[in-house]
């Protein structure tokens, strides 16, 4: 299973085994055990390079802090697997809706509708992610949306990222994000438009620099 952007629910007695890549001062903490203990959502992130020992008994996980004053810090532990409630798929973006910025509501619809018109999910990581799991609405006015499409074919990518692109131009630049391919593999979307012949292609693993014709040619 895909481990990247997937919701993690830990069990309530996973603090003291849950190991911070960071040190946490008394607010960070606290923060934390509240998080735990309410069963909010962490997220699945990739493997470090020199987390390789690791792999077998823990998982890689994410949080956001939100502290005071619009204070942000990106944390990263591991856990052992034994103390993971379960694993949730991604969440959608008609979940998070209620908790993005009005001004990024009509973007949202469309969006909608051009997912709904390839008959495939919309789904946010992200700070639109983070304002669903904290039920507040924590974007600012320079926040984009980080979209997760999961297609397995760059052949059904194309026609999805066409339509993306007809929106307006100034409403396309707050779009962000991934296609999801076979494997739990995935590509920056906006990557793949670019004049670059190379793209990193990332997985729950370390992400690797590759051609966009060999990548074509694999999915």
């Known amino acids: ?3 990247r952007h997937r919701r993690v629910i830990l069990k309530k007695n996973a603090l003291d085994q849950l190991v911070s890549l960071q040190s ?11 998080w ?6 962490f997220v699945g992130r990739a493997w470090r390079a020199d987390e390789k020992a690791l792999r ?22 591991y856990i052992p697997r034994d103390l993971i409630l379960r694993v949730d798929e991604p969440a959608l973006l008609s979940e998070a809706q209620p908790f ?6 009509s973007l949202c619809e469309q969006v909608l509708v051009i997912a709904k018109r ?29 979209l997760l499409f999961k297609l ?10 066409a339509d993306l692109m007809k929106l307006d131009r100034l409403l396309f630049s707050k779009l962000d994000g991934e296609i999801e391919l076979d494997h739990g593999q995935s590509v920056a979307w906006k990557e793949w438009l670019s004049a670059s012949d190379y793209l990193l292609l990332k997985s729950d693993f370390e992400p690797l620099l590759i051609s966009k014709t060999d990548l074509w040619r694999a999915h």
């Open 1 to 3: 299973m895909t481990w």
């Open 24 to 34: 946490l001062n008394q607010l960070e903490q606290s923060y934390l055990e509240n």
């Open 100 to 105: 993005i910025p009005n001004h990024l509501q």
């Open 152 to 161: 397995g074919k760059l052949a059904q990518a194309q026609l999805l990222i």
């Open 118 to 146: 390839h008959q495939i999910a919309v789904q946010v990581y992200g700070s639109a992610f983070w304002s669903l799991a904290q039920k507040k609405v924590l974007m600012s006015p320079e926040s984009d949306i980080d």
């Open 56 to 77: 077998n008994h823990f998982a890689p996980l994410g949080l956001m802090y939100f502290g005071p004053d619009g204070y942000k810090l990106r944390l990263a532990f």
């Open 36 to 41: 735990i203990l309410s069963e909010r959502p």
